[in-house]
């Protein structure tokens, strides 16, 4: 499968944190799996199954893929198109990868702003004000911190959002602000590895924001005698 | 142009999850849509969006808080998380006829109920019927027993889980794209829906039989958010609210003869249709109105009265 | 005019080096805040709910972590000695050997990009193995994969059908003569290409080397049977057991259990250097270690990585989509295109292009549910079969799904063989040439779509 350029010298701490993001994707994709695994098997063997099972997969599903993002620009594992930018002199390929790395800091901007529009209502926080760029905090927007999802149980671990943001009021459900959380922590995230990437390409340490396929292809060619000299 | 948006008026967005011709709410919000685009014009204009291509049921109430969307018209259970009190339309048998549930939703009662999400940023614009929900299954059903053991799709909502329980029936949760397919190949046995609902999605196809239980209601709300609502003008706010308790009316008048067209196109199709006795449907009244106890402390015991004596009179 | 803007700065976006989620991503942002009235935080709810609201998509993981315990736990490379032991003698053998898995899994999956990560991350590496070259291996598989949505069960027929009424049973019958015919032309086309550009072939090795592979091969085959029995059920006997998107997860799970107790490639059970594999009896603990074990969380790890860089990718294309859809600019397109009054013969030209320019925006169901209520009243005035319009719409996905930039096969053959994009580009161009002449069969020739649904089911009587 694909190559990634991990060749930065590490700490300690940076390598906990690469173990700890991996041991949480792998985790997320063996929880989807085993829970529509066990739904099968409840459904065709027992004729039950978990109400909430396949909103439960979903959700996992949403953050498996959200947290990974900022891990593929941290291993700069993403997909592109190199084709233009492996004929340009070695000058041209540097400011293409700083240009690409502005316009993923855009990308990541622009987004973390709607993240947190898009979440903090029902968080019972107010959106920004401003349509490009957040002008200060709005005033009034009601909140939707009574939102529950369709079918997941309310962990008695989030009961304290109740006093907190939803007036008291019980849940019967989980409320929506803690699966979508995932949303403005994920971009956070990805805000950060895109500054990091930039700062690295700035430095020269870093020659690329997507995957090159380049080198590994040039290795199997050799393993493959198609080089025969 | 009365067809279609121009520069300066306002757009408004409804956003739906059916097709625009054939089933009763596309067919409403397109008339809607004609009468608002040709009575208004130079004023405000209306873009439909169906077959879920903007939203689904479950997004669209979010992009309408947001203030992405402008209207839409979701099913009443998708309401139970705004107030419960919707739940006694999903309550097995609680009205007797489209009649009823039409005298009912037009009571103070009912029209109140248009209001009760006003604190949570929705209101209500009127009530829009699809009709009484019949079970299908691959196998006969024509007494209660028939359910049990069986695997029906619910939609995901605790009365109908409740209501599947009853039959001793098992509720499977499932994805709306996949029911066609697990029906066919039998990893669910049955479901339940409006005539429109059965005959347009093609489930009489991969079952033994439909049964006409008019068990329950779908039944659905168009709704604007209230932040929007009230910044219109008044006279568009009033021109709107005509218009659409207009195209309410006109289109619910119609709802028994668009039931009976599609019930009347499943039979053509080939489909099995199988009616109770009076004496079989008190067998499954029997089985299933225990439910109501278990939600009366959402719905109101006022309210479930209210209905009975509605449905004394029709 | 504001679509060659949005459209140019997609390609724009990728010939830079911007990854292709972000040149999607971006460009969708950009072209809603210039154009319209929508709300960034829209595009938060569109990235959240490509994966939450989109149940069909959750088989894409489930396949590839399937894909990835079969490789890591030398399932798949037993089912590659045995595919090269039947048919690496022949010239193209494997790679047709390859397009008929293909046809096989569509008639399981409901997606395209589905079958190119079950089918491709084996076979593709068995044709390295041969000697093929990648870009052939990945040409062949990327093509082929598309046949996911043509051959029935097919999520695209069922959103065509419910879209414009008409019988899904019918469209899924009317894919099958199709699916077959599509497959074949691939078949022939590489035979031809094995003939002329010699590829390699393998020396026959004997009936024992087929019993012997088989053998070896037999736990892996089973997950065919498995999917099989478990998606069709067996008549008399017992239902179906699952639906399609749950089929991958119970793949996954099938081929975990195969390789961490039976095969013992990976897990607390396998080799470590010069001890044979434990068996069971001496570590029953690894019932409950095996879960945890090092092996299986590399592998649900790697398998994970993979469906963010696609999905990341489908997640952003479904984005593009909604701010499209938002703006109403398929409709407007589509209208503009169909009110110039034409024939039969230049309507469905017509649909054709639409359907092109538009797939190398979005994706097939979504598409579908924007254009084919616009076609569909046109088509039946001309008389065109609403079944075979809808063959016609679900072929132009499948060409859609394998040409830049916006291209679901090409993305998934990308991350599955570790190719860049272009190189896959490339490398499906004459297979692609293929599909067009396909295309232009199921056309021209409706008996192809509607004989089979007339034959058994009688003719389609439209209502309309
Ligand atoms: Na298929
Ligand atoms: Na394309």
Not at chain 2, 64 to 91: C, H, N, W
Not at chain 3, 49 to 73: D, N, R
Not at chain 3, 256 to 269: E, K
Not at chain 3, 439 to 448: N, V
Request: charged share 15%.
């Amino acid at each position: 499968m694909t190559q990634y350029q991990d060749n930065l010298p590490k700490s300690a701490f940076a390598r906990f944190l690469d173990a700890f993001e991996e041991n949480l994707i792998a985790l997320l994709l063996g929880l989807m799996t085993m829970i529509t695994f066990v739904n099968v098997v409840m459904r065709y063997m027992f004729n039950h199954s978990l109400i909430w099972g396949l909103e439960v997969t979903l959700i996992l599903f949403a953050w498996l893929v959200l947290l990974g993002i900022s891990y593929g620009f941290k291993k700069t594992a993403h997909l592109g198109v190199d084709a233009l930018i492996n004929v340009l002199p070695s000058r041209g390929q540097r400011i293409m990868a700083v240009l690409s790395a502005l316009a993923c800091l855009l990308y990541a901007f622009l987004l973390m702003k709607g993240s947190w529009d898009y979440w903090a209502p029902f968080a019972g926080f107010q959106p920004t004000e401003g349509r490009w760029f957040p002008l200060g905090f709005a005033e009034g927007v009601r909140d939707r911190a009574f939102y529950v999802t369709d079918q997941v149980p309310m962990l008695g671990m989030f009961r304290w959002l109740e006093d907190a943001i939803n007036y008291g009021d019980s849940y019967d459900k989980l409320p929506r602000v803690i699966p979508y959380a995932i949303i403005p922590f994920s971009a956070a995230l990805l805000l950060l590895r895109v500054s990091q990437a930039l700062v690295r390409i700035l430095r020269g340490k870093q020659a690329l924001l997507i995957v090159s396929h380049e080198a590994e292809d040039e290795v199997e060619r050799v393993a493959h005698g198609e080089y025969e000299e | 142009d009365p067809a279609g948006c121009d520069d300066g008026e306002m757009v408004i967005k409804f956003s739906h999850v059916t097709n625009t011709d054939k089933h009763p709410k596309g067919i409403a919000a397109n008339l809607f849509m004609e009468r608002v685009n040709a009575e208004m014009d130079g004023k405000a204009c209306v873009e439909v969006y169906p077959n879920s291509t903007l939203y689904n049921d479950d997004q669209v109430l979010e992009a309408m808080l947001q203030g992405d969307v402008q209207m839409a018209a979701p099913s009443l259970s998708k309401f139970e998380t705004f107030t419960k009190i919707y739940r006694i339309f999903d309550l097995p048998f609680m009205f007797k006829n489209m009649d009823a549930v039409e005298e009912f939703q037009n009571s103070e009662v009912g029209q109140n109920m248009k209001e009760a999400m006003v604190r949570r940023g929705l209101l209500g614009l009127g009530f829009w019927h699809n009709g009484l929900k019949q079970f299908s299954a691959n196998k006969p059903l024509l007494e209660p027993g028939d359910a049990a053991g069986l695997k029906f799709r619910v939609q995901p909502s605790d009365v109908l889980v409740a209501q599947m329980n009853a039959l001793k029936a098992s509720p499977q949760p499932m994805a709306f794209s996949e029911v066609y397919g697990a029906l066919q190949t039998g990893v669910v046995d049955g479901q339940e829906n409006t005539w429109s609902n059965i005959y347009g999605k093609k489930f009489f196809e991969v079952q033994d039989g439909t049964t006409e239980t008019n068990h329950g209601l779908l039944d659905y709300m168009v709704v604007t958010s209230v932040d929007w609502w009230e910044g219109l003008d008044a006279d568009v706010r009033d021109q709107l609210a005509t218009i659409m308790d207009e195209v309410t009316k006109e289109r619910n008048a119609a709802i028994a003869e668009v039931d009976a067209q599609n019930r009347q196109a499943v039979l053509d199709a080939g489909g099995v249709i199988r009616e109770l006795t009076a004496e079989q449907r008190a067998h499954w009244v029997d089985v299933m109105k225990p439910v109501w106890a278990q939600f009366e402390g959402d719905v109101g015991a006022d309210n479930i009265a209210l209905a009975q004596e509605i449905n004394a009179k029709h | 005019m504001d679509v060659v803007l949005l459209f140019a700065m997609v390609v724009g976006l990728l010939l830079i080096g911007v990854p292709i989620a972000v040149s999607l991503g971006l460009s969708s942002m950009i072209f809603l805040l210039v154009f319209s009235d929508t709300s960034l935080a829209s595009i938060a709810q569109s990235l959240y709910q490509a994966m939450a609201g989109h149940y069909t998509l959750l088989a894409i993981p489930f396949f590839i972590l399937a894909s990835s315990f079969m490789s890591t736990g030398g399932v798949a490379k037993r089912i590659v000695r045995f595919s090269i032991a039947c048919v690496g003698h022949f010239r193209g053998g494997l790679a047709i050997a390859g397009v008929f898995a293909c046809m096989i899994f569509a008639a399981l999956s409901g997606s395209s990009p589905a079958t190119v990560v079950a089918i491709g991350s084996i076979v593709i590496a068995a044709m390295r193995q041969m000697g093929y070259t990648k870009d052939f291996a990945a040409g062949v598989i990327c093509n082929a994969g598309t046949l996911g949505i043509l051959i029935p069960p097919s999520i695209v027929m069922v959103v065509y059908a419910s879209t414009v009424d008409v019988s899904v049973g019918r469209m899924f019958l009317a894919g099958v003569i199709p699916g077959i015919l599509a497959g074949t032309m691939l078949m022939i086309a590489i035979y031809v290409i094995a003939r002329i550009k010699n590829l390699p072939k393998g020396e026959w090795a004997g009936w024992g080397e087929i019993s012997s592979s088989f053998r070896e091969a037999f736990w892996g085959l089973m997950l065919i049977v498995i999917i099989m029995v478990g998606i069709y059920g067996i008549p008399g006997v017992t239902g179906a057991i699952f639906t399609p998107t749950e089929a991958a997860a119970v793949a996954s799970v099938y081929a975990f259990l195969v390789a961490s107790f039976i095969y013992r490639d990976m897990g607390p059970l396998a080799a470590t250097d010069g001890t044979a594999p434990s068996s069971l009896l001496q570590k029953p603990h690894a019932l409950v270690t095996a879960f945890f074990h090092r092996d299986t969380r590399h592998t649900l790890f790697e398998a994970g990585k993979l469906t963010i860089m696609l999905m990341f990718i489908i997640a952003n294309a479904l984005i593009l989509k909604h701010v499209l859809t938002d703006e109403q600019i398929p409709q407007q397109i589509a209208e503009a295109m169909l009110s110039a009054g034409f024939g039969k013969v230049m309507f469905l030209v017509m649909v054709n292009l639409i359907l092109l320019i538009g797939g190398q925006f979005m994706e097939p169901s979504g598409l579908i549910v924007i254009v084919a209520p616009l076609v569909f009243p046109i088509a039946i005035e001309l008389g065109v079969d609403p079944i075979h319009l809808g063959v016609i719409m679900v072929v132009n996905m499948e060409i859609g799904m394998i040409t830049p930039p916006v291209g679901l096969n090409l993305f998934v053959t990308s991350g599955v063989a570790g190719m860049p994009m272009m190189a896959v580009v490339r490398a499906a161009l004459p297979f692609l040439a293929i599909l067009f002449l396909f295309l232009i069969l199921i056309t021209y020739i409706p008996a192809i779509s509607t004989i089979l649904p007339n034959a058994l089911m009688g003719p389609e009587i439209i209502t309309n």
